[in-house]
């Protein structure tokens, strides 16, 4: 199964601040990434496909970038309401899908 | 715009059997579309258990294979999950969640806990 590692861990900044995240696929899945955004008590929302196509409603202020073994989700000015949990996710070459181990986003 | 809601017991023993119902509303099963189920142990990361098709085809997470099985009526809009010889490692809130544009998981229930438990 192809493995994601996300980094940092945790992520310590203030609103406004610009905010970078990493996933890094043990083998290529090409641009078949996702991000998504988890809040406590709520379901995971869909961010950000394909690497760097942004869904439905997302705001401007979240891209996606990379392709190969490693993105970033760039969040260029944090709102208060950004402060969450942030998964990637891949299924590059069909099944399994697999998800990273999260990076959890909160205020300095 | 396409619902998903799961249902499920809540509660269930240990080496008993868990069953979990995800309905479609405000679209259709039939359409092109995978659905997955996805859970989450209290406090960890997201763990695939699999997906199916409306005409039945399935792919499983081959961590679970064996313990998992999946199924689609068409008819009540609704999908299913089987989990059998539960541990206390099962315990988690399940998602079912539609395969969706760039195989992503777009469209997601809101979730439902089960505690496996004695």
């Known amino acids: 199964d192809i493995v994601l590692t996300q980094s940092p861990a945790t992520l310590s900044l203030s609103p406004g601040e610009r905010a970078t995240l990493s996933c890094r696929a043990s083998?290529?899945?090409?641009?078949?990434l996702a991000w998504y955004q988890q809040k406590p008590g709520q379901a995971p929302r869909l961010l950000i496909y394909?690497?760097?196509n942004r869904a439905t409603g997302i705001p401007a202020r979240f891209s996606g970038s990379g392709s190969g073994t490693d993105f970033t989700l760039t969040i260029s000015s944090l709102e208060p309401e950004d402060f969450a949990v942030y998964f990637c996710?891949?299924?590059?070459?069909?099944?399994?899908?697999?998800f990273g181990q999260g990076t959890r986003l909160e205020i300095k | 715009q396409v619902q998903l809601q799961e249902s499920g017991p809540g509660l269930v023993k240990p080496s008993g059997t868990l069953t979990l119902t995800c309905v479609v509303s405000?679209?259709?099963?039939?359409?092109?579309?995978?659905w997955s189920w996805v859970r989450q142990p209290p406090g960890e990361g997201l763990e695939w258990l699999g997906e199916i098709y409306h005409s039945g085809s399935i792919n499983y997470n081959p961590s679970l294979k064996s313990r998992v099985t999946m199924s689609v009526d068409k008819s009540k809009k609704q999908f299913s999950v089987k989990l059998t010889n539960v541990t206390a490692a099962d315990t988690a809130v399940y998602y079912c969640a539609r395969d969706g544009i760039g195989d992503s998981l777009d469209i997601w229930g809101q979730g439902t806990m089960v505690i496996v438990s004695s």
């Open positions: 083998q290529s899945v090409s641009s078949y």
């Open positions: 405000g679209g259709s099963i039939t359409s092109s579309y995978w």
């Open positions: 996710q891949q299924r590059a070459n069909g099944p399994p899908v697999t």
């Open positions: 394909e690497a760097s």
